[in-house]
């Protein structure tokens, strides 16, 4: 068996309500690079954003599409439900403080699996974590306001609320090559062997939460990244002999993507990135400063920018006070 058909976290994609506090949240008060201002190709009023570490590295990626007028969702089960990022142990004082100064509704750092965690949500109720480890290699990196030596490296893990977890863990185990890692009360952790932050996916299961609903302020779908054309097809292939419909192949511009539901009723992705990625239309230094349309749309950009509200980035606004 391969053992490196899948090898973390792609990327997650959620929905959000107005386009600039999106930007704002997660630019500023997270210091997230904006990689990316593209649209919804299927509705081109609205915006793609993406977000993550300097060049885009999967692992790293956040991605919203903020619509304003779109209906608040609810958390619950079927659903990714906190996507937790990493930092540096010496920086759990500084992101407490942070959160305060910002105003950011958060929890008080509590402790899992003998790491620290603190809890928060965006302006949408999105859940979101830190945590704080040492385990993670991954380069700091900064636009100014956030210290490098506290900066989020990358995601750590992702949440997943079930009804219960045997045919969820029976995907991740035996069609995504996760292994069963640890568990703690109704959480048990999977990743991939000799996985690292950025890599981990914790199955929380509890009958009696309610069902998730979609909208503002939940996660639309989780992307697991996978090395190569021929991976993912052994992936789709996979999924496909267990009767989870995956999608064809699709072309996302900066990656390539099939996509299926778990039994657990969470929307699985699973994603390739392209040899340039997001350097596909827009040189590193440039990223995410101009609205990238896909080709078929470039001859209505006139109309499409006049449909979107501008947003901009206010890293001035974001300097900590400490
Ligand atoms: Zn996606």
Same mark, same amino acid.
Request: net charge negative; no cysteine.
């Given at each position: 068996m391969n053992t490196s058909l899948i090898t973390g976290l792609h990327h997650v994609t959620s929905m959000a309500s107005a386009p600039q506090k999106n930007v704002d949240f997660y630019a500023? !008060?997270?210091?997230?690079?904006?990689l990316k201002k593209t649209i919804n190709f299927d509705a081109p009023d609205i915006y793609h954003l993406y977000y993550g570490d300097e060049s885009g590295t999967p692992g790293s990626l956040m991605t919203f599409f903020p619509f304003n007028g779109i209906s608040a969702g609810r958390q619950g089960k079927?659903? /990714? $439900?906190s996507t937790t990022f990493s930092i540096p142990v010496q920086s759990v004082e500084y992101w407490v403080r942070r959160l305060e100064q910002f105003e950011v509704r958060h929890k008080e750092p509590q402790e899992r699996f003998g790491e620290v965690v603190i809890y928060f949500e965006d302006y949408d109720g999105l859940g979101l974590e830190l945590i704080a480890n040492d385990d993670d290699d991954r380069e700091a990196f900064t636009?100014?306001? !956030?210290p490098k030596e506290h900066s989020i490296r990358g995601f750590y893990s992702i949440e997943l609320w079930e009804d219960t977890y045997e045919k969820t863990e029976s995907v991740l185990v +035996?069609?995504? +090559?996760?292994q069963f890692i640890k568990e703690s009360g109704s959480r048990r952790r999977y990743a991939p062997? +000799? /996985?690292?932050?950025?890599q981990i996916i914790d199955i929380v299961w509890a009958p009696e939460n309610r069902y998730g609903v979609g909208?503002?302020?939940? $996660?639309?779908h989780i992307a697991f990244d996978t090395p190569s054309l021929e991976t993912q097809l052994e992936v789709r292939e996979k999924i496909h002999q267990i009767g989870l419909s995956p999608t064809p192949v699709i072309d996302r511009q900066y990656f390539d993507a099939i996509y299926f539901r778990e039994p657990g009723g969470v929307l699985f992705e699973v994603s390739t990135n392209k040899p340039?990625?997001?350097?596909t239309d827009e040189e590193f230094a440039h990223l995410g400063t101009h609205l990238m349309l896909p080709s078929w749309l470039e001859g209505r950009r006139t109309y499409i920018e006049k449909l979107l509200e501008p947003i901009t980035l206010n890293p001035e606004k974001y300097a900590s006070t400490y």
């Amino acid at each position: 068996m391969n053992t490196s058909l899948i090898t973390g976290l792609h990327h997650v994609t959620s929905m959000a309500s107005a386009p600039q506090k999106n930007v704002d949240f997660y630019a500023g !008060i997270l210091g997230l690079r904006l990689l990316k201002k593209t649209i919804n190709f299927d509705a081109p009023d609205i915006y793609h954003l993406y977000y993550g570490d300097e060049s885009g590295t999967p692992g790293s990626l956040m991605t919203f599409f903020p619509f304003n007028g779109i209906s608040a969702g609810r958390q619950g089960k079927g659903q /990714a $439900v906190s996507t937790t990022f990493s930092i540096p142990v010496q920086s759990v004082e500084y992101w407490v403080r942070r959160l305060e100064q910002f105003e950011v509704r958060h929890k008080e750092p509590q402790e899992r699996f003998g790491e620290v965690v603190i809890y928060f949500e965006d302006y949408d109720g999105l859940g979101l974590e830190l945590i704080a480890n040492d385990d993670d290699d991954r380069e700091a990196f900064t636009y100014g306001h !956030i210290p490098k030596e506290h900066s989020i490296r990358g995601f750590y893990s992702i949440e997943l609320w079930e009804d219960t977890y045997e045919k969820t863990e029976s995907v991740l185990v +035996n069609q995504l +090559n996760h292994q069963f890692i640890k568990e703690s009360g109704s959480r048990r952790r999977y990743a991939p062997l +000799n /996985a690292k932050p950025g890599q981990i996916i914790d199955i929380v299961w509890a009958p009696e939460n309610r069902y998730g609903v979609g909208g503002s302020g939940t $996660v639309h779908h989780i992307a697991f990244d996978t090395p190569s054309l021929e991976t993912q097809l052994e992936v789709r292939e996979k999924i496909h002999q267990i009767g989870l419909s995956p999608t064809p192949v699709i072309d996302r511009q900066y990656f390539d993507a099939i996509y299926f539901r778990e039994p657990g009723g969470v929307l699985f992705e699973v994603s390739t990135n392209k040899p340039k990625g997001f350097m596909t239309d827009e040189e590193f230094a440039h990223l995410g400063t101009h609205l990238m349309l896909p080709s078929w749309l470039e001859g209505r950009r006139t109309y499409i920018e006049k449909l979107l509200e501008p947003i901009t980035l206010n890293p001035e606004k974001y300097a900590s006070t400490y």
